[in-house]
């Protein structure tokens, strides 16, 4: 088994083989330097003055870190041109998932994450140790949703399930995902088609994109999911839409959540109302009136087929703020986190209220009217 | 007492018999040409159907869809396949999603697999190192990575740091576990025969234990070759631009799964080069392996 030669020389090949190996990983370490820097924007700017809340605070010190799923949302920006002049530093890292974002939150890596609208409610409910009264960790301050949007999530069946109605999912296989609206909209679709959870078969998923899949490949009855993920299926005519966010009165927003922290200090908050200011501008002017410049992006940078860039331009079209401090609001919300308390899936229904996981502190900002 | 064996003259010829064979092989005029050719049939034989078996799956899932057995939007075609590589190439992702991934994938195994190899030496060779890390590394390698996404989020924040850490993480248990074992495994007969000719502990290690485990040693480093390639997909989760994670899951949140399957060809292509790499590796390194096989 061992050679006969002298052990010198084998020691001599291994160090020249482990030498070759660790050089090997030295040139793919400096192959490149490129990385994984997010999107963002400077100004040399001092002071705030910009966007609808403008601060006379000297802001040139502040950058403001804004977590984002996906990566077409600072593409989209930066094609805006509307985040150029900013009288601060910002970043978008984009992180891929609401645990992730909401890690990066906690761990104080972000300042500003985006998650279901519903997230602020979810987290207070399912805390392992109660949030104090006085101060919640973090707080939903904006959600964005599309009152009019042509394309909702929705609840779709397949044609051979039978299924016409959500009366008709009793025993069915439903896929969905937890945590956001997706699971928000499963829930109040049990409650209003008055199940228990016994009387279908949920199917939880990791991703809405795997509860699509799985859907498209015939292993479900019916999905909650968005329509352009299932789009081909639905305008064959083989799977329709049963129940959407409209017809089951959710919002079915975006939720942007921030550390309790971040909007106490006052330069950071004067950063965050300036950039909510011109975001709501690119939602409601910049979005409706260049669609050859959103679909660009969607296709040319993030990888999306045209036909699917221009459902989601139908869609964001519509895109607005929608008021925090509207007493339906936190109404909807407690029916939700009820709901998922009732169907087993939150540890507490603990109330959502405003100053403690929700803050009306930019509804003037995003909305143009507060209280 | 003297036995005289005696030989039967069949017995006698087929003692013979492999001699004359091999004294007949190496002759310059004859079958020693035969032998050669032989050779190199084998070799392109083998390089044949090293390429010719990807090959054959490529047509047969091309003929797939073609025979409609499944559809473009469960599995793309290998033509759509290319269609998203040009796509690539022409919008710049790829050019820079290979450079960025090499240089994440390499420094995390350099770390990690220099931990690896550093601490499974260690733990071979001392009872106190395995005492210290084996029931730990043990215990810490069978934690699923995906959960230790957010987790390194908290801990090591969303730029590089934490990316780093999850490809350090990947890359040093194979390491840790194979080395570990190899240098656990060497013969016990083998240290004592050094012990008997006067070699001090060190001189065992370096001139016994070491080249008795290197084998073991390189199969570890393949894996962590491979495994600090898998876990870029988690690792570029969180806050990147670039890189074929990156890739695969901005194409799996816009619906294209002829780019997923694109970038899953890039790990199939880089692990076919860690491969031939790692062969002229252990060739270099184990000059004395015999190759075993019976075909």
């Known amino acids: 088994m061992i050679s006969n030669r002298k052990p010198w020389r084998l020691i001599r090949r291994a160090s020249a083989a482990a030498t070759t190996v660790a050089l090997a990983a030295v040139v793919a370490a400096c192959g490149s330097s490129g990385g994984s820097t997010a999107s963002g924007a400077s100004s040399t700017g001092a002071r705030a003055t910009g966007g609808s809340g403008g601060s006379s605070l000297d802001l040139s010190g502040v950058t403001l870190k804004v977590g984002y799923q996906t990566a077409d949302f600072p593409a989209l920006l930066k094609a805006s041109g509307l985040f150029e002049d900013t009288p601060y530093k910002f970043q978008i890292p984009v992180i891929a998932g609401p645990a992730n974002q909401l890690a990066a939150l906690y761990g104080k890596q972000i300042d500003v994450g985006q998650t279901g609208e519903n997230t602020a409610a979810f987290e207070a409910a399912n805390s392992a140790t109660p949030w104090p009264a006085d101060g919640a960790p973090i707080q939903g301050f904006a959600v964005t949703w599309t009152p009019q949007a042509p394309y909702p999530a929705a609840v779709y069946v397949t044609k051979k399930s039978g299924i016409t109605s959500l009366a008709g999912l009793r025993g069915k296989k439903i896929g969905f995902n937890y945590g956001g609206n997706i699971y928000a909209e499963y829930v109040i679709a049990l409650q209003k088609g008055g199940f228990a959870l016994k009387d279908v078969q949920g199917v939880q998923f990791p991703s809405n994109q795997a509860a699509a899949n799985a859907f498209l490949a015939g292993s479900l009855d019916a999905v909650v999911t968005s329509y352009s993920i299932v789009k081909k299926l639905v305008d064959s005519g083989d799977a329709i839409k049963i129940a959407d966010n409209n017809t089951l009165g959710i919002i079915g927003g975006s939720g942007w959540i921030a550390r309790t922290d971040a909007l106490k200090d006052p330069a950071k908050l004067a950063a965050i109302k300036d950039f909510y200011g011109r975001l709501r501008t690119f939602y409601e002017k910049w979005i409706p009136t260049h669609e050859a410049d959103y679909e660009k992006v969607l296709v040319s940078q993030v990888g999306q087929r045209p036909d699917v860039a221009k459902v989601n331009w139908e869609n964001a079209r519509h895109s607005t703020f929608y008021r925090i401090g509207d007493p339906k609001f936190l109404q909807i919300q407690q029916a939700t986190v009820d709901a998922a308390f009732g169907y087993g899936g939150l540890k507490t229904n603990v109330r959502s209220r405003l100053g403690w996981n929700y803050s009306t502190v930019l509804d003037g900002v995003t909305t143009g009217t507060t209280g | ?295």
């Open chain 2, 1 to 295: 007492m003297t036995t005289i064996t005696a030989i039967a003259p069949d017995e006698k010829a087929a003692a013979k018999a492999p001699l004359n064979r091999a004294l007949i092989d190496l002759s310059p005029n004859g079958r020693g040409r035969v032998v050669a050719m032989r050779q190199r049939i084998r070799f392109w034989g083998g390089w044949t159907l090293r390429v010719g078996v990807p090959m054959l799956l490529i047509v047969f899932w091309q003929l797939a869809l073609n025979w409609h057995w499944t559809s473009e939007d469960t599995l793309p075609s290998p033509k759509t396949i290319v269609e998203a590589y040009k796509y690539l190439w022409g919008n710049g992702s790829l050019q820079d999603a290979i450079p960025v991934s090499l240089r994440r994938a390499g420094e995390g195994l350099l770390l990690g697999g220099s931990a690896g190899l550093v601490i499974g030496i260690f733990a071979g060779l001392w009872k106190l190192g395995e005492e210290i890390f084996d029931a730990t590394l043990q215990m810490l390698r069978t934690v699923p990575f995906i959960a230790l996404v957010p987790l390194f989020v908290t801990w090591f924040g969303i730029e590089e740091p934490s990316k780093l850490a999850l490809i350090t993480a990947a890359a040093l248990f194979p390491l840790y576990l194979n080395t570990f074992h190899a240098v656990k495994g060497v013969d016990q007969k083998l240290i004592e025969a050094g012990k008997t000719f006067g070699l001090t502990g060190f001189q065992i290690a370096r001139r016994i234990i070491f080249p008795t485990a290197l084998p073991g040693i390189l199969t570890g480093l393949r894996f962590a070759c491979s495994f600090s390639l898998l876990s870029l997909v988690l690792a570029e989760q969180v806050n990147a631009t670039a890189g074929i994670g990156y890739l695969i899951i901005n194409a799996q949140n816009n619906q294209r799964p002829d780019i997923v399957i694109a970038g899953i060809w890039i790990y199939a292509v880089l692990g076919i080069l860690i491969d031939f790499f790692m062969r002229g590796v252990e060739r270099l390194a184990l000059p004395w392996r015999a190759r075993v096989g019976i075909g």
